[in-house]
């Protein structure tokens, strides 16, 4: 009995030992796939910035010719930009000349229609230069009138 308790004693520690054994090859495993993925990313890291140097070294030992050839590119978009944008400007000079000459117009045959029924209507036209022979004498009055009043307020004011 003595050598079955002490087999059962050894087999719980042999379990416990086993158990603790899983546990760190679990965390080795563990760190190893993060190290590992650490380790490939920076790989990819490296040789996409190698790629990136690449690039630049062969854009920066180029003749120069692309360069050049960028600029004047830009130059002739912006020239036509610009050029689109005086056409722009010119054709809306042009439709507003256009509107203005047709009121001009408009306003003429009003101005003839009007002169046509002042003659031929004279009793009206006699009238229309009295009203406003009427309106200009009650504006000067009025004016006379606040002048006065103006006059007297500033008097009564400094004495």
């Known amino acids: 009995m003595g050598e ?14 086993l158990q603790r054994h899983q546990e760190i090859l679990k965390d080795y495993t563990l760190e190893f796939r993060k190290t590992k993925e650490n ?17 630049i070294d062969t854009y920066k030992s180029s003749t120069g010719l692309n360069r050049r050839m960028d600029l004047y590119l830009k130059e002739n978009e912006h ?7 005086v056409d722009d400007q010119i054709s809306i000079a042009v439709e507003t000349r256009d509107h203005l000459a047709s009121q001009r117009l408009n306003m003429k045959k009003l101005q003839t229609r009007l002169h046509d029924i002042s003659n031929r209507f004279p009793l009206v036209n006699s009238l229309v ?4 022979l009427r309106k200009r004498r009650d504006s000067i009055i009025i004016g006379l009138v606040v002048a006065l009043c103006t006059m007297l307020i500033l008097y009564y004011a400094f004495h």
Do not use: C, P
């Not at 079955?4 to 030992?17: A, D, K, V, W, Y």
């Not at 990819?44 to 910035?49: G, N």
């Open 4 to 17: 079955l308790g002490s087999n059962e004693q050894f087999g719980g520690i042999i379990l416990h030992t």
């Open 39 to 55: 380790y490939r990313a920076r790989k990819e890291r490296e040789e996409l910035l190698q790629s990136v140097r690449k690039d």
């Open 79 to 85: 020239i036509r930009s610009s050029d689109r944008m």
């Open 129 to 132: 230069q009295r009203i406003n």
